[in-house]
């Protein structure tokens, strides 16, 4: 079993609706969750981070976090063109000596459709 | 502010040479991490540094080394390059080992072995 799941998609999603993009983590014990967005050709960027259980919001984007289920998920609401993209679920099991790195799945590539 | 810089951006490299890859972290964050990105396997942690240590490593033969500098910047080394090699090398850097705020990459390397 990876240690982080994502579907890797192609994702298509209208212009202006939901997209919802979902993460599941093999380690209950995984503290911190990460999402990154990766255009072809660039490196990720950081769009949010999520620690506690339930929802975080940012703008057009709601990070949500269920540890019971071991599960993270990314909306993207009133999606973008420019939301067209890579997206990367990364999982920090702890801030202890050795459990600080970043393990990330291999990301769901999202096509927004106009 | 300057963002995560690593050179070369681009190297051919033929098989059994090495190759020394070139990082510089943000000004004021201490924790370096590499990472290989090719795309079947997608993100996979090589190691990370903080203060001079390393804090993690990942699962990669010893052919594969690193290093920090006292003043954050981080050097990877390939040795006996096979072709497999062959991928994107990203490094991220954050304020500190452990950190919420996630990491900042960097443009990356494009490694090439023939």
């Known amino acids: 079993q990876k240690e982080v799941e994502q579907n890797s998609g192609p994702l298509s999603v209208p212009e202006g609706a939901i997209a919802s993009l979902n993460c599941t983590y093999s380690?209950?014990?995984?503290?911190?969750f990460f999402w990154y967005r990766q255009y072809s050709g660039k490196s990720p960027e950081l769009i949010m981070f999520?620690?506690?259980?339930g929802d975080k919001e940012d703008g057009r984007f709601t990070a949500q976090l269920n540890k019971a289920s071991q599960y993270v998920s990314l909306l993207i609401r009133d999606s973008q063109p420019s939301d067209s993209a890579t997206y990367l679920c990364?999982?920090?099991?702890?801030?202890?000596?050795?459990?600080?790195?970043?393990?990330f799945g291999t990301g769901t590539r999202l096509t927004i459709i106009p | 502010k300057a963002g995560v810089t690593q050179t070369p951006r681009y190297l051919i490299k033929t098989r059994g040479q090495q190759v020394t890859l070139s990082c510089s972290p943000i000004?004021?964050?201490?924790?370096v991490s590499w990472y290989q990105q090719t795309p079947g396997q997608g993100l996979q942690f090589l190691f990370e540094?903080?203060?001079?240590?390393?804090?993690n490593k990942g699962n990669f033969p010893g052919r594969f080394s690193g290093r920090q500098f006292s003043n954050s910047r981080s050097e990877m080394n390939v040795s006996t390059l096979e072709l497999g090699d062959s991928a994107l090398y990203l490094c991220?850097?954050?304020?500190?080992?452990?950190?919420?705020?996630?990491?900042?990459f960097g443009s990356g390397t494009r490694l090439t072995v023939v």
């Open positions: 991220a850097s954050s304020p500190w080992t452990g950190s919420n705020y996630g990491y900042t």
């Open positions: 380690d209950r014990g995984s503290q911190s």
């Open positions: 999520i620690y506690s259980n």
């Open positions: 990364a999982v920090r099991k702890g801030s202890n000596f050795g459990n600080e790195k970043l393990t």
């Open positions: 000004s004021g964050h201490r924790s």
């Open positions: 540094y903080f203060s001079e240590t390393q804090r």
